[in-house]
DNA sequence: CGAAACTGTGTCCCTCGGATACAGAGTACT
DNA sequence: AGTACTCTGTATCCGAGGGACACAGTTTCG
């Protein structure tokens, strides 16, 4: 499992090309769609270690074989279903401005991640991005024009944002830890480890297990708080005209 | 490959047990630490999906078989890899107050994820964590104390930095894109579809090629920003007693 | 010195991704 | 209409890889 090999030509064809014209022999069963659909459907359910050839075709009433006539390998059907599964990007919050639209959007693709865990493992190493998944980029970027932000900490923001909603998804993903204090997780481990792990200790003391998880809320709060500094700082400092105000310099932001 | 199925009470004990006394058959010739000094060394000239038993073996001198005496399976393997590759964290910085602890912890687990890629793929999912790696979560937790974050929300930044050294680390792995224009990524993707992605458009026109890839700094100082402000602010608002002050109320901070 | 326990090995099996060759179906051209 | 071409789904086969199992050798304890 898990070739790893991504026909990239193929690939791009498949995610950026169009439906093609009439062809000449018997019209095909399947469509790119239904495939994506039916792994989603398994990936869903046993995750992506359970997503095989066999089941994929199983569940659509065709030969393992049959599939490779539409996608030309496992690694390339799993960037379809993620493209499938981030689906289009939901419209901004009405009359929002660049924080509510951000705020919105990162909680939209958190949940997307959350419905379906195996998008995480499914994002690791760089990769081709299909048209949903830029077009989700391009909402970030759009909400953050005329902020100040040049071209590259715009885009700065939008991986920002994606790794915060990505992470977090992959922390709470089956809400396995029911409380988030000394009982689970990390809180068994410490335990009887007090003196190695004193700051770990005490943190975990002052948990009150009902009201954890926030992680999500507390995160992006702080990176919008960041953004918001930086941004009424540029302001503040040289409202120049909207032009070609580039990359700040001095290294390290602020 | 990627079986997925942990021993969780195996794994547990080849994280966190003891050496275990002297036994009565023949001495091992293979340890714990060398395999996984293999594996690491495999996997980072291959990746996860070069790693087979097969060829860790074979980098031992022994046969396949042999290494399931010490591992339960493949994904313990990858655990304690893992474990092995974080290492202990660095001691922190002399003389520095939180914001400089936490920038330096950072960069350093971002170096280190950089090193192993493939460390990317591993660390996906809940799982069992290793001493390690606690010990590199308590060196954030232990920077926190006194500034009058709760033990939650001092977890909370742990999470936050944690994922955004490792999704930095992804997006410039192997720096595949030498410059982070638009000839690059998403550039060859959005030329051509201009009236489709047009914040994206300008974003990625005004980038200076040489001066990119800076996103692991400008996030940092968003985030770091985002913590100082509200430590400053809890501090203004009700500096109490340093004792039981939990969650503020009031959902999404601030 | 024998028994027990542990190590490394050889062999076997199953699953899974993928290549290849073939038979049928539908379309375009004469 | 008929024929040739092309595309679809299939059956068969292969190799890689993870892991179970039984066995032989080795070391230590009673």
Redesign the pocket.
């Known amino acids: 499992?898990?070739?790893g090999?991504v026909d990239q030509r193929r690939l791009f064809e498949l995610l950026w090309g169009t439906p093609a014209g009439?062809?000449?022999?018997?019209?095909?069963?399947?469509t790119l769609a239904a495939i994506a659909g039916a792994g989603i459907a398994i990936a869903d359910a046993d995750g992506l270690e359970?997503?095989?050839?066999?089941?994929v075709?199983e569940s659509l009433?065709?030969?393992?074989?049959?599939l490779?006539?539409?996608v030309?390998?496992?690694?390339e059907?799993v960037a379809l279903m993620l493209e499938a599964a981030v689906g289009e990007p939901p419209p901004p919050p009405a009359g929002a401005d660049w924080r509510g639209q951000l705020d919105d959007w990162t909680r939209q693709l958190f949940d997307r991640f959350r419905r379906h865990p195996w998008a995480q493992a499914a994002t690791v190493g760089p990769r081709l991005p299909g048209p949903n998944e830029l077009a989700w980029l391009e909402r970030v970027v759009a909400a953050l024009a005329g902020t100040g932000l040049t071209g590259a900490e715009q885009l700065d923001v939008a991986v920002l944002l994606v790794g915060h909603a990505r992470n977090l998804a992959q922390h709470a993903a089956p809400d396995d830890a029911p409380g988030g204090g000394r009982e689970s997780g990390f809180g068994v481990l410490v335990r009887g480890r007090e003196e190695r792990f004193p700051a770990l200790d005490a943190a975990l003391r002052g948990i009150d297990p009902a009201a954890a998880d926030q992680a999500l809320d507390f995160g992006l709060a702080r990176i919008l708080d960041g953004i918001e500094a930086l941004i009424t700082a540029r302001a503040a400092a040289g409202p120049r005209s909207g032009g070609a105000a580039e990359r700040a310099p001095g290294g390290r932001g602020e």
């Open positions: 499992m898990e070739t090999d009439p062809r000449r022999g018997p019209r095909p069963t399947l359970g997503l095989t050839m066999q089941r075709a009433d065709v030969t393992k074989m049959a490779y006539r539409y030309p390998g496992r690694a059907l």
